[in-house]
């Protein structure tokens, strides 16, 4: 039997199939006739992301189908997982070729996530002990594509991935099901009728932004003074100051007296001194480093910027290397190749230049700081002009600036003279600094912010010729200025705050490293939808790019306070630990216990700390209801799905918020001519089932109760029960 490629999604099995000669496409599969790479061919299938998920909470038990404090916590004794109910035809088709295959090669992403997909569905199909293969590559390109099919790698080195991943997944579900559950349920105590959703790292990640806004409200802003002169010389007029700030008017007027200065008078230029001094181009984007440019220079969203980069990744495009990537690094393969391609990359963007080098540079090349993946740069496909033409305005503007980075590399170096001069006046020494630019070097590839261009010139004048021993006329006055408050967060500065949160972390010097090792709270690829979440969650919102907490957020992070839930170190410590799940140094099912072990904590102390709090309610709005095309809706219930989105009134039915990411719970508003209310769908979704419901018009009228079973509504009759 020919070997059976898993692919993640349909688009990249149709890239996998375009690198060889062209088979017959089947339903939920495709072949891949007899070649050079597949002597025997191969048949090539895929998932359509997760085909297969964790159980939800009332599929272990009845009990748990109501939302109440005396079922939590919710810790099944062991975790099970089924086949997704809106995918479950391809999983079928799928696990009838893996059941017939005599080896599997899993070409699924190169990363965590992939390789949980990948192995949950093997193993649901119950085909683990099969032999299994690993492609893993970086590019879509047919020549890597076919490279990589030829250097396949054994598929037990990355089964340490399918652990962390699953262990990751695992724990998630346990803090958020009963998490959720718990503080939605101790909050309604209190009055307040939403729900609140709360998670290993969307929780602490709230509180950081939380606790950026309060340090805002609660900041008082001082009064400061400083010593500032205008200096007039013959070759042209400057500005100084001492490098000194005073507390009142007063202690500044005292130095003006100690060094009797008028109003008017002469300054002498005591010291010039001027350095040489060199920028080198930026490093290759990660993920994280393209969000927060992309957020700063266009205001996409970090989201929105992945979902450009990926499609530049996807077929049809394939014009740029693997986006979810956290390393800003390539290897000699890669940087061979973009040396061999740069005239071609110059013509792509219109920025031609005579290179610096051509040699490869440690600060972009280093084979030691490329793991998984290497920085996103172009693919070795080069689009005609007419084909950049046809991108999509924000394609071509993330496409162009991941190739800019990527000839960056082989730039000069951005250069300029710094001056720094001493004026004395009566013995007091005032500073100037004056920077003149000499080569622009890689700037020219990036044009010039004007807002940046406004900022620099504020900071840095350009000072006249000066000459050591040169008399200049002072103008020395006192300066009033107010201390500011710390600057609120952009929505891509929330990416950047996420990844180096261990700065934030002020005593616990054993957490900041944590913290640092780890790369702060969640993942390159997760980062992003967290953010997202949250504002779906309406936590946060953002208003021109600037992001604020709701009401419903602060309420959140005032029932948190104090507890591991709300801190980043502790997200930090389990980061850690499933990092070492990934290497093989630790044990899932070890991490999966302490999991636990904090959630029955955590439902053991939370009412205690709930019962404490005042929380105000002023301000908080009724659930938002999403928008549908006659106006707002609110919330009905948590989706007994997914347990992510809500369940809220559509035009016709009653939907998940959360269709977007995958989830297609729905109900029938109407049922044999029975209009079904929100009340009730409430109950589908937190009990399990309805009260009889009375006069449901069959072939004859009849009352009945509705049952949810496994994602579908039923009839439920004293002796038997069947599908609507």
Known sequence: MMPVILAEKPSQ???????????????????????????????????????????????????????????LPMIPNRFEFKTAYKTKKQFQIVQGLLREADEIIIATDCDREGENIARSIIKQARVSQKPTQRLWINSLEKEEVKKGFERLHPGEKFVSLYEEAQARQISDWVVGMNASRL???????????????????????????????????????????????????????????????????????????????????????????????????PLLHSLSSLQTLANKKYKYSPSKTLEIVQSLYDEPLKLVTYPRTDTQHITKN??????????????????????SSLQPNKRFVNDEKVKE????????????????????????????????????????????????????VKGLGFYSKGNVEKQRGWKVLFGSSKQNSKQNQQQIQALPRLEKGMSADAFVHIHKDKTKPPKPYTEGQLINMMKTCGQLVDEDEEAKATLKE???????????????TLIRQEYIYVQKNIVHVAKKGEILCQAVEGSL?????????????????????AQKQTFIQNTSAFTKNLVDTAGAEIDKLTIST????????????????????LCPSCQKGEIVQRKSFYGCTNY?????????????SKTITEAQVRDLCEKGKTRVIKGFKGKRTFDAMLVLKNGKTEFSFPSSSSST
């Open 373 to 424: 993946h290497h920085a996103i740069i172009p693919t070795k496909k080069i689009p005609t002009e007419q084909a950049v033409q046809k991108l999509r305005t924000d394609q071509k503007n993330i496409y162009f600036e991941i190739v800019k980075s990527a000839l960056a590399m082989f730039h000069y170096d951005y250069e300029y003279e710094e001056t720094i001069v001493t004026t004395a």
């Open 334 to 355: 890669e940087f061979a190749y973009v040396q061999k391609n740069l005239d071609s990359y110059q013509r792509v963007t219109g920025d031609i230049f005579e290179p």
């Open 660 to 672: 977007k990411n995958g989830c297609k719970q729905t109900f029938n508003r109407t049922i044999l």
């Open 618 to 637: 002023e301000g908080l709005p009724k659930p938002r209801r999403a928008k549908g095309k006659k106006g707002t809706q609110q919330p009905i219930a």
């Open 183 to 281: 503080y939605t349920l101790l909050l309604k105590s209190k009055g307040l009728n939403h729900v609140f959703s709360v998670g290993r790292v969307q929780t602490p990640t709230l509180k950081l932004i939380y606790n950026r806004q309060k340090e805002i409200e609660q900041f008082v802003p001082e009064d400061y003074f400083e010593l500032k002169a205008d200096f007039k010389t013959n070759n042209g007029t400057y500005q100084g100051k001492v490098n000194k700030r005073y507390k009142t008017k007063e202690e500044a007027k005292k130095v003006i007296e100690k060094h009797q200065i008028k109003e008017i008078d002469t300054g002498t230029v005591q010291d010039i001194k001027v350095s040489q001094k060199r920028v080198k181009p």
């Open 13 to 71: 099995a149709k890239a996998y199939a375009a690198a060889f000669p062209k088979g017959n496409k089947k339903e939920g599969y495709m072949t891949i006739p007899a070649c050079s790479t597949f002597p025997t061919g191969a048949i090539l299938t895929w998932g359509i992301g997760h085909l297969v998920e964790l159980k939800t909470p009332a599929e272990y038990s009845t009990s748990w189908k109501r939302w109440n404090l005396n079922t």
């Open 565 to 585: 839930l709300s801190k980043p170190e502790m997200t930090a410590k389990w980061e850690l630990f499933l990092k070492r799940i990934g290497e093989g140094n």
């Open 518 to 532: 780890v790369e702060g709270l969640g993942t390159e690829a997760t980062r992003s939808n967290i953010i997202k």
